[in-house]
Each structure stands twice: as C-alpha cells, then as structure tokens.
C-alpha cells in the first residue's frame, strides 16, 4: 500500500524509521503545512489520529484511509523545573492529579467509538460525551472508504517494522520500551 507514497508525518525521527521501514518516502512537514501539500500534490497522504480527520475535513482531501493501530500517542504534561518548585506541595499534588485527569479525559477522546465502549462510559460518566461517537461511521457516512486491518493484517505492519523496534530499543534502552509496552498491554486488556 505504501511503496514509494509521499506520507507527511510529525518530525519524530522515529515515525521517519517507521515509514521508511513499510517502503513510503516520509516526508517531515508541520501540521499547519499539510493541507496545502495536499491540495498541491506535495504528499500522497499523511498520517494522524482518526479524531483528527473529520473535524478538518481531511475526507476532502482523501477518499481512503487505513487503521492499522501502529501508535499510541503519549500525552506529556511538562513544567519547568523552577517553576514546579515555587509551587507549594499541596497545589504541585493538585496539579498533577489534573495532569492524570486530562490524560485519561484525553485518551478516552482519542478511543471513543474504536474500543469496546470503555471510552464512552467514562466521557458519559463526566458528562462530557462528544457529538461524535464512531469515527469509522462519521467517515464513511461523508465518502471516505475506512479500511480497518485484521489482526493478521496488522501483524504484517508490525512485521515489517520490527527491525525499528529493535533499532530504537538500543537507541532509547529496553528498560523503557518494555514499560511502554506494558502499558499498551495494560490497555489493550
């Protein structure tokens, strides 16, 4: 599917390894940038969150999109060493107990309608549940063909990018990737 495709991606080096290892010509380019390249024929498609396509209109610009469930995004919450310390030991608690809520707020946002209603559950328990609820349906109800891999397929993908794995094990030291992937187990239960 990809051999030779232009694929805009965020700058990660690691997202270029993962592109370049399915056969595709990455091309870093900030978000900002991509429609035009698009529209330009700069790049043959790029690669985003679902919950990102509809609501720029992405269907627009593309008639297909793939899931093939090769990442999952890490929300970061940083503070500047200095500052973290002027705050008191009580509001530094509170502050990262909203870190961990607009992680999981934000995580559940990300998986509504592609889990197993986990998701929704959790927004409908805020009382924060989005308009759209099945990302999959929303495409295909404007013209997109949403192609969803079965596991087969996807081990292929996981397959093919296995040497990146183990290239980024070394570069990043095991000790994290064996947490990070005991975390997607974590999830994926």
């Known amino acids: 599917d990809l051999q030779n495709m232009k694929i805009r991606v965020v700058g990660s080096p690691l997202f270029l390894d993962i592109f370049r290892a ?4 990455p091309v870093n380019m900030n978000w900002s940038d991509t ?8 790049v043959d498609g790029q690669e985003n969150p679902i919950s990102t396509f509809y609501p720029v209109q992405m269907h627009d610009y593309h008639k297909f999109m793939t899931d093939w469930h090769y990442v ?12 973290w310390k002027s705050f008191s030991a009580e509001d530094q608690k509170l502050i990262q107990q909203a870190a961990v809520d607009a992680g999981k707020y ?6 509504i309608g592609l ?6 559950k959790y927004l409908e328990s805020l009382g924060m549940v989005p308009e759209i609820t099945d990302w999959y349906k929303q495409l295909k ?10 596991p087969e397929e996807t081990k292929a993908f996981a397959d093919k990018t296995a040497p990146v794995l183990e290239q980024w094990r070394e570069k990043i030291g095991a000790e994290l990737v064996k947490a990070a992937e005991e975390d997607m187990a974590a999830v994926a239960k």
């Not at 934000?106 to 998986?111: E, Q, V, Y």
């Not at 889990?115 to 929704?120: P, Y």
Request: aromatic share 2%.
């Open 22 to 25: 399915l056969g595709a010509n």
């Open 141 to 150: 109800e404007v013209g997109m063909e949403v192609a969803i891999l079965t």
């Open 115 to 120: 889990d197993d209603g986990t998701a929704h």
């Open 35 to 42: 429609m035009s390249a698009i529209q330009q024929g700069v």
């Open 106 to 111: 934000m995580i559940a946002l990300a998986r």
């Open 72 to 83: 999952v995004d890490p929300t970061l919450y940083v503070v500047n060493p200095a500052v």
